[in-house]
């Protein structure tokens, strides 16, 4: 049964979203970057594997010297008393993209 549901959930989702079978997403035309920048929080996922039991995740963008964009994702393991846990990284523009698409490294 499992084998069916994911399959089926792939293509519900590429469906409803209009995704092509490349993986690419389709994305807005430009994005201002100093609104997107802040803490967001998530309600809906499609879980990685480095979030496994986490809960109350967010993500903060920043602003650094270089014009890059520091990333900090952040959650609680297991419920919203658990242990806090966060992972920092860095994204940049991807060029030719009006700031809609960003290459993020955590390492």
Not at 11 to 20: D, E, N, R, S, V
Not at 28 to 42: F, I, M, S, T
Not at 47 to 55: H, S, V, W
Not at 60 to 65: F, G
């Amino acid at each position: 049964m499992k084998l069916f549901i994911i399959p089926a959930c792939i293509l519900f989702f590429q469906t409803i979203t209009g995704a092509k079978s490349t993986g690419e997403l389709p994305v807005v035309a430009q994005v201002d970057l100093n609104r997107y920048l802040g803490k967001w929080y998530e309600i809906a996922t499609i879980p990685m594997r480095f979030q496994k039991g986490c809960t109350c995740v967010t993500a903060e963008y920043s602003l650094k010297d270089n014009g890059r964009i520091k990333v900090v994702n952040s959650c609680h393991k297991d419920s919203p008393a658990g242990p806090f846990k966060s992972v920092t990284g860095q994204a940049k523009v991807v060029k030719g993209s009006n700031n809609a698409k960003l290459k993020v490294s955590f390492f």
